[in-house]
């Protein structure tokens, strides 16, 4: 067992082990905390696959800002505990039966469909530095980057409209 | 070298983690957090396969960071839905949301 090995299989057990937190968990301020867990174990796989600005991006943006916004909303709108709502009976076990099934397909797919990839070779230094990434972006991918910012502007404005309070006006 | 199916699993095992989520939690917010993993369940598909099939080109790198930004859009268009929805119900549970029902 290489080292890199060993660090897959411990940080696989966290990744899974944090999501499962973030499901079982009943306050949804735990829950936004496993999250963070999860996404930061995510961010040590980027590095792991030799994607070290894919990682800074996955912690900063998601770790840091879209958690923040998480755990933001949920402190705002008090909507730690859920008061004890009527239930669907049927949806947990429909819902437990087509998570088991995706994975189950999922698996038998992976171990039918991908034995002939060959091996990878370590990448040479600078590879996939956020210098190259910019650079790529900003000259062959420069239409959807831009098409991506236009998005994020839709979105900002979308959220602005949806949450201003539209009864305290004049 | 870690094969590549180890990696696909994992994120298999993610996403179906989070479509759980979705599919059963009760909190909108909740379920948002389902969608956020499944998003990133992806995103590792996507590195993955992009360092084990296709390392020559960093083009993988450019779609997970326009995924980061689709993600980063969708979790702001829709925690704002969840403010407005509160302000109008008073209620984040997403089963108590059922102003379509007839």
């Avoid at chain 1, 994020?152 to 539209?166: E, P, S």
């Avoid at chain 2, 080109?57 to 960071?65: E, L, M």
């Avoid at chain 2, 302000?87 to 089963?95: F, I, Q, S």
Wanted: hydrophobic share 60%.
């Amino acid at each position: 067992m290489t080292p890199d090995v060993i660090l897959f299989l411990i940080l696989a057990v966290v990744a899974i082990a944090s999501a499962l937190g973030m499901l079982l968990s009943k306050n949804a301020v735990y829950s936004a905390l496993y999250l963070i867990l999860n996404l930061a174990t995510i961010a040590v796989f980027y590095l792991l696959l030799g994607a070290p600005f894919i990682a800074m991006v996955q912690v900063t943006v998601y770790a840091g800002a879209i958690m923040v916004l998480f755990l933001f909303v949920i402190m705002l709108l008090g909507a730690e505990q859920l008061r004890r709502a009527r239930t669907l009976g049927w949806q947990q076990p429909v819902a437990v039966v087509l998570a088991v099934v995706l994975v189950a397909e999922a698996t038998y797919i992976i171990f039918t469909k991908t034995s002939s990839l060959p091996d990878i070779e370590a990448a040479e230094a600078g590879f996939g530095s956020p210098q190259a990434i910019g650079e790529l972006l900003f000259n062959q991918y420069l239409l959807p980057f831009e098409i991506t910012s236009v998005l994020l502007l839709v979105a900002m404005i979308g959220a602005i409209v949806m949450t201003r309070d539209g009864k305290k006006k004049e | 070298m870690i094969p590549l199916s180890w990696y696909l699993i994992l994120a298999a095992g993610l996403f179906s983690v989070g479509l759980y989520g979705v599919l059963s939690r009760k909190n909108a917010v909740g379920i948002l957090m389902g969608i956020e993993l499944m998003l990133n369940a992806a995103n590792i598909n996507l590195v993955a396969f992009w360092r084990y099939v296709d390392s020559d080109s960093i083009a993988g790198q450019a779609f997970a960071i326009i995924v980061f930004a689709v993600a980063a859009a969708e979790v702001a268009v829709g925690l704002a839905l969840v403010i407005s929805v509160y302000r109008l119900r008073k209620t984040v549970a997403a089963d108590e949301i059922d102003m379509l029902k007839w």
